[in-house]
């Protein structure tokens, strides 16, 4: 089973996030971010998330 497409937030409520996007639906961190500040894409991010790295 591969990545899930890519989303990120621009939120001030996720100050580690911001600059990160996430590839895996099951990441925690990832989870941890409401619909309302969920943004499809990488929104420009290079680095991805560190739990999704750790989940493939």
Excluded: F
């Excluded at 680095?47 to 790295?53: L, P």
């Amino acid at each position: 089973m591969g990545p899930d497409p890519s989303y990120h937030t621009d939120s001030w409520e996720y100050p580690g996030q911001r600059d990160v996007y996430h590839d895996w639906n099951k990441c925690p961190d990832g989870k941890q971010i409401k619909p309302e500040h969920w943004k499809a894409g990488t929104g420009g991010r290079v680095d991805r998330c560190k739990e999704c790295i750790k989940l493939g």
